[in-house]
């Protein structure tokens, strides 16, 4: 943590240091919230917890701005935990392990936790310097964000009493973020039977690697490869070819993570498994190039494995394959109204098979509700052709645009006034909890913004150290030019 001791600025990065010292995936952010409201109380601030768990900590205006509009700064409590595979971290006991790589802080074989830790630690900070001036100020720490926005569904009316609420979630400097996509759950369960693997048979574990993987949000424009899609791809097209039996396929462990890695464990004639090798190299051709680009490090193996267990009949191993090989992933449609930004998609985020069941997870994200009636309806079709049980769950609204709105207008001119450009008034594709934040509080005018954060979601996550610089400057002079209510 030494190196994240001389950056600038300091409180910030002093802060961020501990958060990535406290281990705090979704589900698991009990000791940094412990630590946040004793660090709270410390210092003398007014600290709450809701029933969810939020922290709301109050700090009084800087002397002769007690009449200005009183301001919430907002960021989420925990992390998505991914790592590559040979990286042994267990996220939920061990600290993220930051280093400086040239202008780019990154982690050592696992996510940073700069989304949303970075946008967490500046409010933080903001707590603490005595420097930043600033109106009535409010920071919201929510629960649960990357695994299903808990903490934002859960927030209650008349907890907050600011006016303007700025999320600091954002992953792009020089753009200033005014709305976003909603989002709904979907899974597909696949009844599955059994038999026994015939005698003859050897058993091996195919393995699709080296994927970039990423946000399936704001990542999902790029094309990268779906590790589940891929290798789906592969036995629908060489299963019966090489009389393929499947036993087991795993693939991804966060729906809104685009998956990186996928594995099948499958059995095989033993006169065919040279068969199956030649039809991997084939296949890696194929990958290579049609991905290599965006995912040139994209690797197909086959090993022996100690697995056992019964095969799927060939008729549930081929309308597993048949639906997650079918089932659509990406962008399903692009936006009429704001250019350049993704309308509509769906990732493919689980797949797993248990002993009797096969299920498929996806997120569907878009800025338009139909949008996502449109691809719930497609997989409900889906579903029925291959007799599978499906249900959406768990729908947040998206973060309607408001060209009106004030604080958006104040942002852009100070960003002017800052640094000689306009920046970049974005929607953004990726889920924001700002949606939810309008059922409790119509009124509360709104805006995004933060650092430049590559990778999210993926172990290749990295923050541009920088742009950390700029978003402290952009969030510490805004908060200073809030107007009077």
């Given at each position: 943590?030494?190196?994240?001791?001389q950056?600038s600025?300091?409180?910030?990065?002093?802060?961020?240091?501990?958060?990535c010292?406290?281990?705090?995936?979704?589900?698991h952010?009990?000791?940094l919230?412990?630590?946040?409201?004793?660090?709270?109380?410390e210092?003398q601030?007014?600290c709450?917890?809701?029933?969810?768990?939020?922290?709301?900590i109050?700090?009084p205006a800087?002397?002769g701005?007690?009449?200005?509009k009183?301001?919430?700064?907002?960021?989420h409590?925990?992390?998505?935990p991914?790592?590559n595979?040979a990286?042994?971290h267990?996220f939920?006991r061990d600290?993220?392990?930051?280093?400086v790589?040239?202008?780019?802080?990154?982690?050592?074989?696992?996510?940073?936790?700069?989304?949303?830790?970075i946008?967490?630690?500046s409010?933080?900070a903001v707590l603490?310097?005595?420097?930043?001036e600033?109106?009535?100020?409010?920071?919201?720490l929510t629960m649960?964000?990357?695994a299903?926005?808990?903490g934002?569904?859960?927030?209650?009316?008349?907890?907050l009493?600011a006016?303007?609420?700025i999320?600091?979630?954002?992953?792009?400097?020089?753009e200033v973020y005014?709305?976003?996509?909603?989002?709904?759950d979907?899974?597909?369960?696949?009844?599955i039977q059994?038999?026994?693997?015939?005698?003859d048979?050897?058993i091996?574990?195919?393995s699709?690697k080296?994927?970039?993987?990423g946000?399936?949000?704001?990542?999902?424009?790029?094309?990268?490869?779906n590790?589940?899609?891929?290798l789906?791809?592969?036995?629908?097209?060489?299963r019966?070819h090489?009389?393929?039996?499947?036993v087991?396929?795993?693939?991804?462990?966060l729906?809104?993570a685009?998956?990186?890695?996928?594995?099948?464990?499958v059995?095989i004639?033993?006169?065919h498994a040279?068969?199956l090798?030649q039809?991997l190299?084939?296949?890696?051709?194929?990958?290579q190039n049609?991905?290599?680009?965006?995912d040139?490090?994209v690797?197909?193996?086959?090993q022996?494995?100690?697995?056992t267990?019964?095969?799927?009949?060939?008729?549930?191993r081929?309308?597993?394959?048949?639906?997650?090989?079918?089932t659509?992933?990406?962008v399903?449609?692009?936006?009429?109204?704001?250019?350049?930004?993704?309308?509509?998609s769906?990732?493919?985020?689980?797949?797993a098979?248990?002993e009797?069941?096969a299920?498929?997870?996806?997120?569907?994200?878009?800025?338009?509700d139909?949008g996502?009636?449109y691809?719930?309806s497609m997989?409900?079709?889906l579903g029925?052709?291959?007799?599978?049980?499906t249900?959406?769950?768990?729908?947040?609204?998206?973060?309607?645009?408001?060209?009106?709105s004030?604080?958006?207008a104040?942002t852009?001119?100070?960003?002017?006034d800052?640094?000689?450009?306009?920046?970049?008034?974005q929607?953004i594709h990726a889920?924001l909890?700002?949606?939810l934040?309008r059922?409790?509080y119509?009124?509360?005018?709104?805006?995004?913004i933060g650092?430049t954060?590559?990778?999210?979601h993926?172990p290749?996550?990295?923050?541009?150290?920088g742009s950390?610089?700029?978003?402290w400057q952009?969030?510490t002079?805004?908060?200073?030019a809030?107007?009077?209510?």
């Open positions: 943590m030494s190196e994240l001791s950056l600025p300091q409180p910030l990065w002093d802060f961020f240091a501990k958060i010292s406290i281990p705090h995936p979704s589900y952010e009990e000791a919230a412990t630590y946040i409201v004793e660090w709270a109380n210092q601030l007014w709450e917890r809701d029933a969810t768990g939020n922290i709301l109050r700090k800087t002397t701005m007690e009449n200005r009183p301001v919430a700064l907002q960021a409590l925990d992390m998505v991914q790592k595979n990286t042994e267990d939920a600290p993220i392990q930051p280093w790589d040239g202008e780019w802080l990154k982690a050592r074989g696992t996510t940073l936790g700069a989304d949303n830790g946008g967490m630690a409010a933080l603490a310097d005595e420097q930043v600033h109106g009535p100020l409010e920071v919201l649960t964000e990357e299903g926005m808990e934002a569904f859960g927030l209650q009316p008349n907890w009493q006016e303007i609420l999320n600091t979630d954002s992953e792009e400097e020089g005014m709305g976003c996509a909603g989002g709904i979907f899974l597909s369960e696949l009844t059994r038999e026994a693997i015939p005698a048979y050897q091996l574990e195919v699709l080296g994927l970039r993987g946000h399936s949000g704001a990542d999902i424009h790029l094309g990268l490869g590790a589940t899609k891929l789906a791809r592969f036995f629908a097209e060489y019966d090489l009389e393929l039996r499947l087991d396929f795993k693939g991804g462990n729906r809104n685009i998956p990186r890695e996928a594995n099948a464990v059995a004639a033993t006169e040279p068969r090798k039809a190299n084939e296949y890696l051709v194929v990958l049609e991905v290599a680009p965006k040139k490090n690797t197909l193996e086959v022996p494995t100690s697995h267990g019964q095969a799927l009949t060939v008729e549930s081929d309308r597993f394959i048949n639906l997650l090989n079918a659509p992933n990406g399903i449609r692009n936006s009429d109204v704001a250019p350049g930004v993704v309308e509509t769906l990732n493919i985020g689980i797949v098979l248990e009797d069941q299920k498929i997870y996806c997120l569907i994200r878009s800025l338009i139909s996502q009636d691809v719930v997989l409900h079709s029925s052709l291959a007799n599978a049980k249900q959406a769950s768990g729908s947040y609204p998206g973060w309607q645009p408001d060209a009106d004030a604080i958006m104040l852009r001119e100070i960003y002017l800052l640094f000689g450009k306009k920046p970049n008034i929607v889920g909890e700002c949606g934040f059922k409790p119509p009124q509360l005018d709104m805006v995004s650092p954060i590559t990778g999210p993926s290749d996550e990295q923050v541009h150290i950390v610089a700029l978003y952009l969030l002079t805004l908060l200073k809030v107007p009077t209510k």
